[in-house]
């Protein structure tokens, strides 16, 4: 069985990143199966509660007031409005319902309905996933009473590299919070991005930085960049598809317990990439547009690509359950955006 280390050295990582792609992913996908079940992929709905105009100058993110990406601003929804998103998702087949506000933290006038959310998604029994950006002490315990399963909180890069990319909000500030939620009792969900422009050496920062945690996390979302004409990055060149991969594989040694999520860009990913995404390693995925009224096209690709590789979409996909003898059912699947570019890229779940 795969050590479950926390003290990861930057040379040990890019080693792995060095490694003929196929040794790395045979080292990968042996990793995966003494965790999981490889064929089971937790799926999972995404909604926006509250969209545009954050405060924060994450050069990726469509949803910061500091670029004209012409989406437009939705003030924080009402509960019984996100309570209908959610019921929607439980009858199309969702176990998990993940709830993403872009501020750079939940206000205190706003907390309270933030909370009657929480209960309402638990009351439907779905397990319940926020992101709402920085949190207080006081903050968390209150998410925890409320009954909220996992929070999202991304690193984004490594340490390196994040200043390149973030300056209105530290490092220290996001592991800040990490700590928080963890110390909370909630199940923490962190990653970050790729394809933004960095070195290889940053891929293996990023990594470094989450597998070194006290307490690896639950879930581990990898992103590939999504290019939002506006932003700073809209003119980035796409990352190495066989780089993406590597990355996911890495993740999964260094993680070997932690569910890695595939999640944004994967609406330019062909068929074939997001196959070797699943052998190396990933074993959970997104979809979900709250602009949509009718089932997201993406998830019923994502139902045929399941079929022909012989995966089974499942909600829960822990490594406990699996060493209890089973995999629990899932939601449904693909972050970042469909259809009509701009609004639609409304959320990015894995760049919270």
């Not at 925890?144 to 209105?168: K, M, R, V, W």
């Not at 809209?234 to 594989?249: K, V």
């Not at 944004?264 to 997001?274: L, S, V």
């Not at 060493?323 to 701009?342: C, E, H, M, R």
Request: glycine residues 6%.
């Amino acid at each position: 069985m795969s050590d479950i280390r926390h003290d990861w050295q930057r040379d040990e990582i890019l080693a792995l990143f060095q490694l003929p792609f196929n040794d790395l992913l045979f080292q990968a996908h042996s990793v995966h199966r003494e965790h999981f079940d490889p064929n089971q992929v937790q799926v999972s709905t995404l909604l926006s509660i509250k969209t545009g105009a954050c405060p924060e100058d994450c050069k990726y993110c469509p949803q910061s007031g500091h670029y004209n990406t012409e989406l437009e601003k939705e003030k924080l929804l009402e509960v019984e409005k996100v309570l209908e998103e959610a019921r929607k998702a439980k009858n199309s087949g969702a176990s998990r319902f993940c709830m993403g506000a872009a501020w750079r933290h939940p206000s205190e006038k706003d907390m309270p309905y933030v909370l009657e959310m929480i209960r309402g998604v638990k009351a439907l029994g779905l397990e319940s996933c926020m992101t709402l950006g920085m949190l207080t002490a006081e903050q968390t315990a209150a998410l925890a009473e409320a009954g909220l399963d996992y929070y999202n909180h991304n690193l984004d890069t490594s340490p390196e590299f994040y200043n390149d990319i973030i300056t209105t909000r530290t490092y220290a500030d996001r592991l800040e919070t990490l700590a928080l939620v963890r110390d909370a009792g909630m199940k923490v969900c962190s990653g970050g991005i790729v394809g933004m422009g960095e070195a290889q050496s940053d891929r293996a920062g990023l990594l470094q930085a989450l597998a070194n945690l006290p307490v690896h996390p639950d879930s581990v979302p990898i992103n590939n960049l999504v290019r939002v004409e506006g932003t700073p990055l809209e003119n980035e060149e796409p990352l190495d598809p066989f780089e993406f991969i590597r990355t996911i594989a890495v993740a999964r040694i260094l993680m070997p317990a932690s569910v890695v999520r595939l999640s944004a860009g994967r609406e330019e990913m062909n068929e074939q990439m997001q196959a070797l995404a699943y052998f190396a390693g990933a074993n959970s995925i997104f979809y979900g547009d709250k602009l949509l009224t009718t089932p997201n096209p993406a998830a019923s690709r994502d139902m045929q690509l399941f079929a022909r590789l012989g995966i089974n979409g499942k909600a829960s996909c822990s490594a406990a359950d699996v060493a209890a003898g089973g995999i629990a059912a899932v939601d449904a699947a693909s972050a970042g955006a469909t259809g009509d570019s701009k609004q639609k890229l409304y959320y990015n779940a894995a760049a919270s």
